[in-house]
């Protein structure tokens, strides 16, 4: 079972940046479409970026131009830079694994994701 664990979350400022990253406990690059979720406080849980097991990424509106998922097969790590935060990105953070993964950006539906990490928190103050 894959385990996946995030961190790099913290507090910033309004325009200011950070990296997330997400470890996982195996090699999931080749077989795995990985994606990065966020869920704000009394709101849906949505993803916002997905890269395929072939390295394509796919964004949520409200992350294009702003967000970059990119992932480390040496490392087992999923990365997403975040530039430009503003207080409407304050949420927890998850990434997330599956072989079967997939994701509507129109609907915002997605399945498959099988392994899911704790999640870390971004806090954007103005």
């Known amino acids: 079972q894959v385990q996946l664990v995030e961190s790099g979350g913290g507090s910033v400022q309004s325009g200011g940046s950070l990296r997330l990253s997400c470890e996982a406990s195996?090699?999931?690059?080749?077989?795995?479409?990985m994606g990065w979720f966020r869920q704000a406080p009394g709101k849906e849980r949505e993803e916002i970026a997905a890269?395929?097991?072939?390295?394509?990424?796919t964004y949520a509106d409200s992350a294009k131009g702003r967000f970059t998922i990119s992932r480390d097969s040496a490392k087992f790590t999923l990365y997403l830079q975040m530039n430009n935060l503003s207080p409407d990105d304050t949420a927890m953070y998850y990434c997330?694994?599956?072989?079967?993964?997939?994701?509507?950006?129109?609907?915002?539906?997605?399945?498959?994701?099988?392994?899911w990490g704790q999640g870390t928190q971004v806090t954007v103050s103005s």
């Open positions: 997330a694994a599956g072989v079967a993964a997939n994701w509507n950006t129109r609907t915002g539906v997605y399945y498959g994701y099988n392994y």
């Open positions: 195996e090699y999931t690059h080749t077989r795995y479409n």
């Open positions: 890269i395929t097991n072939y390295g394509n990424p």
